[in-house]
């Protein structure tokens, strides 16, 4: 069946770091890929997403790349901020959406 | 736009009490889908409505678990008796109809959670 690996957590780094998350899958056919976070006390929200092989999904100054070669679908951020404190979940869908465990991260001033 | 509406936010049971939870969804979207959240583990999907009509109830525990969407708009997700397992943030998010061929997809919107405890 489908299936997402992510980093473990817990991620801590300072403001201002280089943040990777990085996120493999398991799936039979072309999936889509997608990253989601959950900001503390509010609920799951799409961060980006990819569609295709060799796609790069891209928001609030997030990427991630869709690679079918290496199966994977990292997460990016070139300068964290606090606000980006929050869990993430990679996920995929070939109709149904399958997530990862989560990596909580947290950003000190 | 209002969001998904999820009730109660919080809920604690001792174990084989029954408890009931309330979705809303986004107005206009005619798929819903309620998942479960194990504190450590990614969301997991329960079930999922196609207006009233369930489309897939593969991962729902039936013999304790039971979900309805009457009319089509929204939902409640019940369990009868409550185990300690099940003790985790129970999830309802809301969708337009997906359609078309291999590869579409509709975004799914998440309500806040419901968090329960079983003691």
């Known amino acids: 069946g489908n299936s997402v690996t992510q980093m473990e957590g817990p991620v801590t780094l300072s403001e201002e770091a280089f943040l990777t998350i990085n996120c493999t899958y398991t799936a039979t056919g072309y999936p889509s890929l997608f990253w989601y976070v959950q900001y503390p006390g509010e609920g799951l929200q799409l961060l980006l997403k990819?569609?295709?092989?060799?796609d790069k999904g891209s928001n609030k100054g997030f990427e991630a790349t869709y690679r079918k070669e290496t199966t994977s679908f990292h997460l990016e951020k070139g300068s964290v901020q606090v606000s980006d404190s929050a869990v993430y979940f990679c996920a995929l869908s070939d109709y149904k959406l399958s997530f990862g465990a989560g990596t909580t991260v947290t950003v000190r001033a | 736009e209002a969001g998904v509406a999820q009730s109660p936010r919080y809920k604690i049971i001792e174990k084989r009490q029954s408890v009931a939870f309330w979705c809303n969804p986004i107005?206009?979207?005619?798929?819903l889908y309620w998942y479960q959240q194990i504190l450590g583990q990614g969301p997991k999907l329960l079930i999922q409505?196609?207006?009233?009509?369930?489309?897939?109830d593969s991962q729902l525990p039936k013999d304790r678990f039971s979900a309805e969407r009457l009319k089509g708009v929204d939902s409640t997700l019940k369990i009868q008796p409550a185990k300690l397992e099940d003790s985790a943030v129970y999830l309802c998010a809301s969708s337009l109809d997906p359609s078309g061929g291999d590869g579409y997809w509709v975004e799914q919107y998440f309500g806040p959670g419901t968090r329960l405890t079983v003691t």
């Open positions: 990819a569609t295709k092989a060799d």
């Open positions: 409505f196609q207006n009233n009509g369930v489309v897939d």
């Open positions: 107005s206009g979207h005619a798929t």
